[in-house]
């Protein structure tokens, strides 16, 4: 009952010191006195002592009893002592209660009757029609409420009137609440998840909800297409030339990477992006906090380390740490009293609390991504070759579950094991050479297998278009190498490209800087967006429709904090690797899905 007490303390002080007694109640000073003392027992945290002055208050009073013992009650309760308070629950007069009182009262009764086991009186004193409760209440209401509606049966209902209450919550609290949402959804099993999600309109505030609890669940799901409107950074009227909308930038700023251990390399990478954009700012006269790095060793242990000494430097806002399990070891903190940008998501794929975004390049992005750009291309039948490693595995589902919900098939699904370089039975398993003109072949695999894989389909006269993850393509030209890659599109950060203005230049820096060339570059993308999404991470999460034109992809925010992004979508032209004309055009930009992956630095998931 964390939530509950602590959300009455406040209010039962706040209203004792009111002095909130009938106004046709004339009181004596010795009783306005005596009730400012009682009052200021409360305050001290002398909630027994509290309790006893109001009821002696009762005795005397001849017009406030009733508003005496209600005081009592409230002070029992915060004490912890609801028994003591029931006891003279019974005596106090409804009618007689004036403004708020009559709700404080039902709330009182309801949380007694819970403790009880008497959920359905519980129920009754929450949902009584009519009754208009103050909005100091209502957060107390709902999850009375919420615990009513758990305990006879109802998950959904408690889950919604937690969904209520997500929005006014904080830190911990808010953490809490979120994860009894979905541990409600969850006992509802998937096929019923599946049926609401089925019946609801986008708009729906619970889609977002069933959604994460099927991915909970194992399920990989669909997610509406991010509305991509507003520019982050737009100059406000009237102001300064450097004055720009949502741009906050803290005082000081801690970046949390591996600098040791298995996942220094991509540290390394992550951290030049980062300081290059840094440098990148001076050139736009932009506000640089000082920064700090810490090495978080790749470890849970080692990140929180980072964290609290960061803390203890001074830092207000936090970047990293890279690794699933590093971020995990953060979120599972009691308190996190800084400010955290996690560069990756948990791998038990709770939900941020406030306080806390999420960005990570993870392959469900990208198999989403192909599903919505094949089916923008008019093909709505897919043939899937994937690797057997995880990320293939996991770009693959997401890729099924977008295509599906978008009204496509896919007619067959093969994965490459091992090492081998013989795909024949593969692809005759396939079926794939007498398809229709609405079929396409979506792989994500490293170039060497596809290299190997695209010749023996064309061998098979399979002529199908063939769309691709990021992996195909090395972050490098060569025309030799990839001449059996000719025709594949696949979706990469448009910096890799040039395709985002604005940034510098991709070249330049790979010239200078090894960490910006082949596929380590989409880490050093990946760096420098950490540093761009700074000052915009409060206004991407409170404003649907605000993107950042980002190094990895327009960024934006959905509801929890997550970043989710947006991709440019390049072909294999003469063996040399082009963007395609209108990729970034924000009016079809294609939608992206941030599911938690597997133990990996995020450029690989």
């Not at 004490?79 to 409804?94: D, H, M, N, V, Y």
């Not at 997610?223 to 100059?235: D, F």
């Not at 939900?351 to 960005?359: D, I, T, Y």
Request: proline share 7%; net charge negative.
């Amino acid at each position: 009952m964390r939530l509950i007490r602590a959300t009455g303390l406040g209010l039962m002080i706040s209203l004792a010191l009111a002095g909130c007694v009938p106004p046709s109640v004339t009181r004596t000073p010795a009783e306005v006195s005596a009730e400012e003392s009682a009052a200021a027992m409360a305050r001290d945290g002398h909630f027994d002592q509290a309790a006893q002055a109001y009821l002696a208050l009762a005795q005397s009073s001849t017009g406030a009893a009733d508003h005496y013992r209600l005081l009592a009650a409230e002070a029992y309760r915060q004490e912890g002592r609801l028994e003591q308070a029931a006891s003279f629950l019974p005596t106090i007069k409804r009618q007689r209660l004036t403004g708020d009182e009559p709700v404080r009262l039902d709330l009182l009764q309801a949380e007694f009757a819970l403790s009880q086991n008497n959920p359905q009186r519980a129920l009754q004193l929450t949902t009584q029609p009519g009754v208009a409760v103050p909005a100091s209440l209502q957060l107390r209401q709902l999850e009375l409420r919420a615990k009513a509606m758990d305990a006879t049966g109802d998950p959904w209902g408690a889950a919604r009137s937690r969904v209520e209450m997500d929005d006014r919550l904080s830190g911990l609290d808010q953490t809490q609440n979120r994860k009894q949402i979905l541990s409600q959804l969850g006992k509802l099993g998937v096929e019923p998840l599946k049926q609401r999600a089925g019946a609801m309109q986008q708009g729906d505030r619970m889609l977002p909800w069933i959604n994460e609890a099927l991915s909970q669940l194992g399920v990989a799901v669909a997610r509406p297409q991010p509305a991509l409107e507003q520019q982050v950074g737009t100059m406000i009227p009237g102001q300064d030339a450097n004055v720009r909308e949502g741009y906050k930038m803290p005082e000081r700023v801690a970046l949390l990477l591996p600098a040791s251990g298995s996942f220094a390399a991509a540290g390394a990478a992550i951290r030049e992006g980062f300081f290059a954009a840094y440098a990148d700012a001076a050139r736009n006269k932009a506000p640089r906090p000082p920064v700090k790095v810490y090495d978080s060793g790749g470890t849970p242990a080692g990140a929180v380390k980072a964290y609290q000494q960061a803390v203890a430097d001074g830092a207000r806002l936090v970047v990293g740490p890279l690794t699933r399990s590093e971020v995990s070891a953060l979120f599972g903190q009691a308190q996190l009293p800084v400010q955290l940008l996690a560069l990756n998501h948990p791998d038990d794929k709770s939900l941020p609390a406030g306080g806390v975004a999420e960005f990570g390049l993870l392959p469900e992005t990208e198999g989403a991504q192909a599903a919505d750009h094949m089916v923008e291309r008019g093909l709505h039948t897919a043939y899937v070759v994937v690797t057997g490693e995880d990320y293939g595995q996991r770009a693959a589902n997401a890729f099924k579950a977008e295509l599906e919900a978008r009204g496509g098939k896919v007619a067959a699904m093969a994965t490459l094991n091992g090492s081998g370089v013989n795909y024949a039975s593969l692809i005759a398993g396939l079926n794939a050479a007498n398809a229709g003109d609405d079929a396409g072949v979506f792989i994500s695999m490293r170039p060497q297998q596809a290299r190997l894989l695209l010749p023996q389909l064309r061998l098979a006269r399979v002529s199908l278009p063939v769309f691709a993850t990021s992996h195909v393509y090395a972050g490098v030209d060569d025309a030799g190498a990839n001449h059996d890659l000719e025709g594949v599109e696949f979706c990469d950060a448009p910096w890799l490209f040039d395709a985002q203005p604005g940034l510098p230049d991709h070249g330049e820096i790979a010239a200078q800087l090894p960490s910006a060339r082949g596929p380590a570059a989409r880490l050093f993308a990946f760096g420098m967006d950490a540093w761009n999404l700074i000052p915009y991470v409060d206004w991407l999460r409170e404003h649907t429709g605000s993107y950042l034109p980002g190094a990895s992809g327009q960024l934006t925010a959905d509801q929890f904090g997550r970043v989710r992004r947006v991709l440019v979508w390049a072909k294999f032209q003469d063996g040399l690797a082009h963007p395609l004309s209108g990729s970034l055009q924000m009016d079809s930009a294609p939608p992206q899905t941030p599911p938690a992956g597997t133990e990996q630095p995020p450029s690989q998931g």
